[in-house]
């Protein structure tokens, strides 16, 4: 790795052998056979002198999972869900069931975890990652959506970097390095695609399909992800992370759409500039980012971005009366406590719901407002108090009186 330098060639040269020689950094990934764990894998495979995969993880793609495994000569896996069995090659040690992320983060000693792994089931391995003071890239968004104040706590006690993938806060992360701290924020401002149905009535979205819900016209994701940018509860996620990150009051973080997706977000300094982290609308780029930090990798895969054939950039006003979810997230971190656990887990029932054709697409926002307004927190919010009120939520919202007024 060359770093920049004022010794002349024979410098260069001598740092360059050290990169070489540098011991590789040891990635575990939970979730390797979603698009963010192949992702990951596809950087790892272009920089083999820089990293090494020792763990990995699937819920039910296992067959998926054994060949990873083999192609990156992994000892330490896990099957973290109920999708069958693999043939453990001699050697191998497979963990299994929600312990096993856990079992598995102890075992493969890792120097970084990709935390890709959907809904809930990442906060304890992401919080065992913390506790033994492995730096966590995370992914997964329920885990600081559910637990944000736990986590970063637990981080800042520990002294672990949490560092975000999602493209949204991967560019507020590269545009905060190098602030000084007593440089005063006025706005983070997230920017959103809109998703599928951007510029459409209630009415209209009355009588959505799941097909035409999972088509999202800039990113692809996994279904769930898809659904949640459909209904922008992705982006009030965002919000909450964004909070839980950077340490911003909501009110302190902005959302505009930009369909392009090419400006990933920004911030603006009380001075009036706005900084902004542009790039390929690819999600290669920001785990690319994360898996180097505190260096840069070369990118040998994309073109530079040609602004002048993008041509135009276009930004609007996100439509809060019709994307209610965007106001619901805002209003959980308002309420504190339970209530952004009890959002989460109200929003994965509604989401599968709608995918199995249960309940209609404005039935998301519903089927969440109602839980909100039903849960009765107790005033706690450790770890059990979330977990508590995680399983009360989905109880409820998997209540049939529940889903038949919906
Ligand atoms: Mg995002």
Redesign the pocket.
Known sequence: MLRQGTHGNAFWQEIDTCGMSQERKRICILGSTGSIGEKSLLVIADNPDRFEVVGLSAHGSVKRLAEQAAEYGVKQICIAGKGGDVAAPDGVTVHRGPQGLIDLVDACEPDLVVVATVGYAGLSPTLRAIELGVTVALANKEVLVAAGDLVMDAARRRGVRILPI???HNALFQCLAGRREDWPLRRLILTASGGPFRGRTRAELASVTVEEALCHPTWRMGRKITIDSATLM?KGF?VIETHHLFGVAVDKIDVVIHPQSVIHSMIEYEDGSMLAQLGVTDMYLPIANVLAWPERLPNRRFKPLNLAELGAFTFEQPDVEVFRCLGFAREAVRLGGTYPAVLNAANEIAVARFLDGEIGFLGIPELIEAAMNAHQPDGTADLNAIHAADRWARQWCGRREVVSRI
């Open positions: 999602d493209s949204e992705n965002e």
